[in-house]
């Protein structure tokens, strides 16, 4: 039986890398994790065990840890788009590259004899920053965004007036815990070389977050990600994941004390899950 090989890709994925930008005395640091991933004309590899178009995962691996040592990036769009830039030169073979940089924040050590510390930094958390290249013969698309940012307020949140049916148990509140973990992805406008913005995009995020009067999840995220568009115009558009994480009530009266509502149990599932994409009109 015949079969025909209606799509391939190939790359190296989870590579490393920590960068130490010594100047003087004062170091800044870079850690990365990337992704590269091959699609085009690779159908020989598969049918015959050809491997005369492939170029080695391993040394993909390579020129990661190469083109980091020569290249002046400091931020994780720039750098995919070096490497794609550098595949892309190499490889007529591939008809698109894709390059995925996952940066994981590290903040200076702020309270050190009074001065910010040279080269001594906390991880910030769970957070990530993201980054995608997808690079053709002819255009390039780069998206920035965040994973893993967990935020909550205690008040100025509510949900009321929802559709009911016989298995509805929910009590309308006008007001209750938004407990979230952003995961926000955006598409750079085509040609953009600065992609510094990323910190005022994501500081808009988290100020219209604990601003914005909530009705619910779903109008808090359209709100934000309105906020993103009208304060970076380099954003074209703006996709946001936001699970409601609940903060159930506990009934302390059961023990004898008063309610005063400042007892929460946490459940991270099941959870809600609310999702939007904010184009410009």
């Known amino acids: 039986m015949s079969v025909i090989l209606n799509q391939n890709q190939y790359g190296k994925s989870r590579i490393r890398l920590l960068k130490v930008r010594r100047t003087g005395a004062r170091h800044e640091v870079f850690e990365w994790m990337v992704a590269i991933r091959f699609e085009g004309d690779f159908e020989s590899a598969h049918r015959t065990g050809d491997n005369s178009a492939i170029l080695p995962t391993d040394t993909m691996k390579n020129t990661v840890y190469a083109r980091a040592a020569e290249s002046s990036a400091t931020t994780p769009e720039a750098f995919g788009l070096e490497l794609a830039r550098?595949?892309?030169?190499?490889?007529?073979?591939?008809?698109?590259?894709?390059?995925?940089?996952?940066?994981?924040?590290?903040?200076?050590?702020?309270?050190?004899?009074?001065?910010?510390?040279?080269h001594a930094f906390v991880c910030v958390g769970p957070e990530r920053r993201l980054a995608t290249i997808g690079l053709d013969r002819d255009t390039a698309g780069v998206w920035g965004g965040l994973d893993g940012l967990l935020v909550m307020k205690t008040t100025r949140s509510a949900f009321s007036g929802f559709l009911r049916d016989a298995y509805t148990t929910l009590a309308d509140t006008d007001d209750r815990i938004f407990r979230t973990v952003i995961s926000a992805h955006w598409s750079w406008d085509a040609g953009l070389k600065d992609f510094e913005k990323f910190t005022a995009a994501r500081r808009i995020l988290v100020d219209t977050f604990a601003a914005h009067d909530s009705r619910s999840v779903q109008a808090t995220a359209l709100a934000m990600g309105q906020a993103v568009l009208d304060g970076i115009p380099e954003i074209r558009e703006i996709s946001l994941s936001l699970p409601n994480q609940h903060c159930l009530p506990v009934d302390v009266a059961r023990f004898g004390l008063e309610n005063r509502n400042e007892i929460f149990a946490v459940t991270e599932e099941p959870h809600g899950l609310i999702t939007a994409t904010i184009g410009r009109g």
């Open 86 to 118: 550098h595949f892309q030169g190499g490889n007529p073979q591939a008809s698109r590259i894709e390059i995925e940089v996952v940066e994981t924040p590290w903040q200076r050590f702020s309270d050190v004899g009074g001065a910010p510390h040279d």
